[in-house]
C-alpha cells in the first residue's frame, strides 16, 4: 500500500512564496515518476509539473513555468513544489500523484494520489 502526505499549503499574499511537500509511504517499487496537479473550484484537476525516476528531468506546464520548480530528495522519500511569485489564479488545491510507469503530464500516468492540500493566493 502506498500513501502520499502532502503539506506546506495555506494561504499567501499574491507574489509570495510557498513550498509544497510530498512524502511517500510504503512505496514498493523505486524509484518513481512524480507529480503534481491542482483543481480549483469549478474547474477540472490539471497537470502543474513532474519529475523523473532520477530527478534528471521536470515538466511543466506554461501556467506555471519559471515560477515553479520541482524537486526530490530520494534520501526520504520526498518530492517538493516550490511556488514562487505565486498569483491569484494558482488557488486550488494541490495533489502530488506516484507513477509506475514513464513520467507523464496526464492524470493516467499516475496510479496513487494524496488526499490534497489546499493552496489559496489573495490578491
Known amino acids: 500500500q502506498v500513501q502520499l502526505v502532502e503539506s506546506g499549503g495555506g494561504l499567501v499574499q499574491a507574489g509570495g512564496s510557498l513550498r509544497l511537500s510530498c512524502v511517500v509511504i510504503?512505496?514498493?517499487?523505486?524509484?518513481?515518476?512524480v507529480g503534481w496537479f491542482r483543481q480549483s473550484s469549478g474547474k477540472e484537476r490539471e497537470f502543474v509539473a513532474a519529475?523523473?525516476?532520477?530527478?534528471?528531468?521536470?515538466f511543466y506546464s506554461d501556467s506555471v513555468k519559471g515560477r515553479f520548480s520541482i524537486s526530490r530528495d530520494k534520501t526520504k522519500d520526498t518530492v517538493y513544489l516550490q511556488m514562487n511569485s505565486l498569483k491569484p489564479e494558482d488557488t486550488a488545491v494541490y495533489y502530488c500523484?506516484?507513477?509506475?510507469?514513464?513520467?507523464?503530464?496526464?492524470?493516467?500516468?499516475?496510479?496513487?494520489w494524496g488526499q490534497g492540500i489546499q493552496v489559496t493566493v489573495n490578491s
Open positions: 500523484a506516484v507513477g509506475t510507469g514513464v513520467t507523464g503530464t496526464t492524470q493516467n500516468a499516475y496510479s496513487y
Open positions: 510504503g512505496r514498493t517499487f523505486s524509484p518513481y515518476p
Open positions: 519529475i523523473n525516476r532520477s530527478g534528471s528531468n521536470t
